[in-house]
């Protein structure tokens, strides 16, 4: 099939559209886990549950960093644990390179993988990834178009339009 993306173009730009959940205006980042070419979870940089969000109360700025967020890696590796999922040997698909304490968290979960398409940090992400012998994989971002030609199979499927 012709324009059929691979696997890493494919979890990437799911993790592209995680981060158009996002909730900090600071940086918009999605994060999708991945094993055995199954979705584990998916996290993006977000609010405590039930608590205010940066883009309506503004985020809180300790150290040139939003302290009121999540991080996307931090998000999607507390829902595998709130579900019982496990992530030994899983790959990270996220939008920016992990900050330090995210690359530990990813470490310490078992994540042999990070594929990212933004290598944009000033952390010691790398440094720890390396020790711990997960791979690093830094792709092409992937096109941010949605290839849908609903038009090819209108005459197989009713389409109903609300």
């Known amino acids: 099939m012709a324009g059929r993306p691979s696997w ?63 991080h996307a890696e931090m998000n999607a590796l507390l829902q595998c644990a709130s579900h019982g999922v496990n992530t030994k040997g899983a790959t990270a698909y996220i939008t920016n390179m992990p900050c330090t304490n995210c690359s530990k968290s990813l470490i310490a979960a078992g994540i042999k993988e990070i594929v ?27 096109d941010k178009t949605i290839k849908y030609d609903l038009e090819k199979f209108s005459s197989a499927v009713q389409i109903h339009k609300h």
């Open 8 to 70: 890493d173009n494919y979890f990437l730009k799911m993790a592209m559209l995680v981060s158009e959940r996002a909730t900090c205006p600071r940086m918009h980042v999605g994060c999708v886990l991945v094993k055995d070419k199954q979705i584990l979870s998916t996290g993006y940089n977000g609010s405590i549950p039930g608590d205010d969000h940066c883009d309506d109360a503004g985020c809180i700025v300790v150290d040139n960093h939003c302290v009121r967020t999540i």
């Open 116 to 142: 990212i398409f933004s290598n944009y940090h000033d952390t010691l992400a790398d440094e720890f990834f390396k020790k711990a012998g997960v791979n690093i994989k830094i792709i092409d971002m992937p």
